[in-house]
């Protein structure tokens, strides 16, 4: 015995205006039912519900637009002329599938929360039906030729949603026997004698009904998605060897020093850490996949030329760089004194704020490679943010 999910988009949207019914007309770029299907999957798996079978219900115009629209994922049925036809069309196609229960949704609902659909599986643990709703807030008046002709009292009213929830041999036979015009699933079931639960509701689970509505689903999904911030953390390790010489370049800065460091480039290790944080961040390999070292033209080379490449291919994936934190880790030189200036010069390569640069030191307490002073390691952490 298992889940099954309706939703009916066989209506033609005449409410909603435009060329097209609403269901197939776009919202930020994608038809709102694949928003209404891909609400319904996000949902079902948060709600760690198995589904056995989705059933869209289309108008039977567009059973092509919409095999091409879902691949075959779902099962396709034809609608009737009005919503309750939709829906017992449906239910007749499931009969015989061993079904236990039922959620019945609108194509026109395509901003579904998990939380509401996880709200009407719980209740109907304990009821044979449930629906979400949000309680009428706003004061109810009669009016009549544009004036108020009186006020009704608003308690104990609610604002119906779906998905709407059954066991399935109840909606069905309730169905079998209802005739004339309902609102919904839930009118058909309490006119067959059965209690329905009032399940939590959703303002972001709006029908698309008139032209206005597409907008504000516009809205709620921007909010999401920036309530959804895409950040990427990456990090970065580099170690180079002393060799004879008489300055380091650590992080942009020429530092005098009794050894110099080693490496095919500057040998800076600080910005060679920082650099492939970066690409790390970008997963976008290493400093050596976009400057080899077996390349001659890079022998030597300045290495703010590797972070400002890195930096500049963030900015060209749409990301900016919100913060990166340095550490160099050697007995000598002293880095604390050079850390101002080391933390202005990343910060002027990558083009960000110096208040977002963080270089320290440290020593390894005289212990391995780095004690010994045979060379310097330093490790570094960025945080990247998309715009
Ligand atoms: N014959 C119908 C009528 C409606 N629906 C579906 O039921 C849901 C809720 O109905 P409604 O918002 O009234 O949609 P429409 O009937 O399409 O709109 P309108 O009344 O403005 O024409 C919609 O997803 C709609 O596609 C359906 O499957 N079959
Ligand atoms: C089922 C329903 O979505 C519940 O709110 C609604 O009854 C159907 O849409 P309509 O706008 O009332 O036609």
Same mark, same amino acid.
């Given at each position: 015995?298992?889940?099954?999910?309706? /939703?009916?988009?066989?209506?033609?949207?005449?409410?909603?205006?435009?060329?097209?019914?609403?269901?197939?007309?776009?919202?930020?770029?994608?038809?709102?039912?694949?928003?209404?299907?891909?609400?319904?999957?996000?949902?079902?798996?948060?709600?760690?519900?198995?589904?056995?079978?989705?059933?869209?219900?289309?108008?039977?115009? !567009?059973?092509?637009?919409?095999?091409?629209?879902?691949?075959?994922?779902?099962?396709?049925?034809?609608?009737?002329?009005?919503?309750?036809?939709?829906?017992?069309?449906?239910?007749?196609?499931?009969? !015989?599938?061993?079904?236990?229960?039922?959620?019945?949704?609108?194509?026109?609902?395509?901003?579904?929360?998990?939380?509401?659909?996880?709200?009407?599986?719980?209740?109907?643990?304990?009821?044979?039906?449930?629906?979400?709703?949000?309680?009428?807030?706003?004061?109810?008046?009669?009016?009549?030729?544009?004036?108020?002709?009186?006020?009704?009292?608003?308690?104990?009213?609610?604002?119906?949603?779906?998905?709407?929830?059954?066991?399935?041999?109840?909606?069905?036979?309730?169905?079998?026997?209802?005739?004339?015009?309902?609102?919904?699933?839930?009118? /058909?079931?309490?006119?067959?004698?059965?209690?329905?639960?009032?399940?939590?509701?959703?303002?972001?689970?709006?029908?698309?009904?008139?032209?206005?509505?597409?907008?504000?689903?516009?809205?709620?999904?921007?909010?999401?998605?920036?309530?959804?911030?895409?950040?990427?953390?990456?990090?970065?390790?580099?170690?180079?060897?002393?060799?004879?010489?008489?300055?380091?370049?650590?992080?942009?800065?020429? /530092?005098?020093?009794?050894?110099?460091?080693?490496?095919?480039?500057?040998?800076?290790?600080?910005?060679?850490?920082?650099?492939?944080?970066?690409?790390?961040?970008?997963?976008?390999? !290493?400093?050596?996949?976009?400057?080899?070292?077996?390349?001659?033209?890079?022998?030597?080379?300045?290495?703010?030329?590797?972070?400002?490449?890195?930096?500049?291919?963030?900015?060209?994936?749409?990301?900016?760089?919100?913060?990166?934190?340095?550490?160099? /880790?050697?007995?000598?030189?002293?880095?604390?004194?050079?850390?101002?200036?080391?933390?202005?010069?990343?910060?002027?390569?990558?083009?960000?704020?110096?208040?977002?640069?963080?270089?320290?030191?440290?020593?390894?307490?005289?212990?391995?490679?780095?004690?010994?002073?045979?060379?310097?390691?330093?490790?570094?952490?960025?945080?990247?943010?998309?715009?």
């Amino acid at each position: 015995m298992s889940i099954a999910m309706i /939703i009916v988009a066989a209506g033609r949207g005449t409410r909603a205006g435009g060329e097209e019914p609403k269901q197939w007309q776009m919202l930020a770029g994608q038809p709102v039912l694949r928003h209404t299907i891909a609400s319904c999957y996000k949902a079902l798996a948060s709600a760690n519900a198995e589904c056995a079978r989705v059933v869209v219900v289309l108008h039977p115009d !567009d059973m092509a637009r919409g095999l091409a629209l879902t691949g075959g994922a779902v099962t396709l049925v034809a609608g009737g002329n009005t919503r309750d036809a939709s829906v017992r069309n449906a239910l007749e196609a499931l009969a !015989d599938q061993n079904i236990s229960k039922v959620l019945i949704h609108d194509g026109a609902r395509p901003l579904l929360p998990a939380e509401v659909l996880t709200g009407v599986l719980h209740a109907l643990d304990g009821h044979p039906a449930a629906a979400p709703a949000l309680p009428v807030t706003d004061a109810l008046w009669t009016g009549a030729e544009d004036l108020v002709s009186g006020t009704r009292d608003r308690t104990g009213l609610y604002r119906a949603q779906t998905p709407q929830g059954f066991r399935f041999d109840a909606i069905l036979a309730a169905h079998r026997a209802h005739e004339g015009p309902a609102a919904d699933d839930v009118e /058909i079931v309490r006119m067959a004698g059965m209690d329905v639960a009032i399940t939590l509701g959703h303002e972001d689970n709006l029908k698309i009904t008139y032209p206005a509505d597409f907008a504000r689903a516009e809205a709620i999904l921007r909010a999401r998605k920036d309530a959804a911030m895409d950040v990427r953390l990456g990090n970065g390790y580099d170690v180079h060897a002393f060799t004879e010489g008489d300055h380091v370049v650590l992080c942009g800065v020429k /530092i005098p020093h009794s050894k110099a460091l080693l490496g095919h480039s500057d040998a800076d290790v600080g910005m060679h850490a920082l650099t492939d944080a970066i690409y790390g961040a970008l997963a976008q390999g !290493d400093i050596g996949r976009h400057f080899p070292p077996s390349d001659p033209q890079w022998k030597g080379a300045a290495s703010w030329i590797f972070l400002d490449h890195a930096a500049k291919l963030a900015r060209k994936m749409g990301y900016r760089i919100s913060n990166a934190d340095v550490t160099l /880790i050697c007995e000598r030189p002293k880095v604390g004194p050079h850390a101002p200036e080391m933390m202005a010069e990343l910060a002027r390569i990558m083009e960000i704020e110096p208040d977002r640069v963080s270089v320290k030191a440290t020593t390894s307490e005289r212990l391995g490679f780095t004690g010994r002073e045979e060379g310097i390691a330093s490790i570094a952490t960025v945080t990247l943010i998309a715009e």
